[in-house]
């Protein structure tokens, strides 16, 4: 019989899952991969074998599936049926926010269950959803070792000069600090990397709907675009990236907005869907001939350039650039558009290879050489979970 190791990731409305085989010499192979999405709203089931070919497709009723639990429900019947000849060892879970003492996977007890309760106020978008999905599992097999994967724990090891922000130090002690975000994308990018380039100062821009990027050197985050919260850093589908905070105050003391009106704005009305007025999706702006459109697009790859000098200065230099995720992965002219701005710091971009989806897109005597790795943070969590369960 086979053993397997199931990843779960549950957002807002979602919850997505992934199976890996183990394999000889530690190895893994993505059998299946879904999604459950709409929960609540309009859901339904998406399964896909590790070839990217279609099992099922199913859709219910609100009521059917109106939480993660009942979400989790569906996907265990369904794992019950198809993994016949597969013995689940362990679950581990992407949990957004590890807070301030969490800087690497760790294994899921009552206790931690605790201190996950008292981080969720650091993220009261994203963590309810991870631990919604921890203890529907914890019902649903009570017995099977569960991990928690945080996107937060690459980041730790900064030095603190980097987890500042300039408020009084009491602020610091108290938590509010940068943590930054995607860690499990850039430990995955950090460890397919070539060996000669990994060793050397890497800047990996995760470019998705939810965006940011990060500075690593030796392996070692050193500095990243977001902080507090997932809201810093570059523009984004719907959330504005760096604000003067002075413009919140105003918006609060002048415009009379509320919370929750104010938070609806940040997360969800902002970035390139507000600027352009049009379309969170980078697809749809590159195919307008709306000048908002064009605005947007501007504005997201001049925030991509700044921060990339930004980055180089955190680490003395760059020798690497690696784009990866949603836009990172699929657009050959946003990555255009960025490696154009950086020839100032060495790069020499390969456009034909950029077009052909090459690894490598710079040129063989470019300075900085120029990646496109596809990133998988699901893998990344079920390395960690195989390792930390010693499977
Ligand atoms: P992610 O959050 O990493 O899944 O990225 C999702 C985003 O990637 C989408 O909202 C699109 O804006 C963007 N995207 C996906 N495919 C393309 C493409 N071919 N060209 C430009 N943007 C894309």
Known sequence: MENAILVLNAGSSSLKFSVFNLLSEGRLRQSITGQVEGIGTAPHLKVKDGNGQNFIDVHWQTTEVANHAQALQHITHFLHTKLQHRQLLGVGHRVVHGGPDYSAPLLITPAVMIKLDIITPLAPLHNPHNLAAIRAMMQESPVLPQVACFDTAFHRQQDTVAKLFGLPYEYYEHGVQRYGFHGLSYEYIASVLPAEISMGRVIVAHIGSGASLCAIHKGRSVATTMSFTALDGLLMGTRAGSLDPGVILYLLQQQGLSLKQLEDLLYKQSGLLGLSGISNDMRVLL?????????AIDYFVYRVSREIGSLAAAMGGVDALVFTAGIGENSPQ?????????TWLGVDFDAAANQ?????ISRADSRVTVWMLPTNEELMIARHTRTLLGL
């Open 334 to 342: 946003i990555r255009q558009l960025i490696c154009e701005q950086a």
């Open 287 to 295: 195919d307008s001939d709306e000048p908002r459109a064009r605005l």
């Open 356 to 360: 052909a989806g090459a690894a490598c």
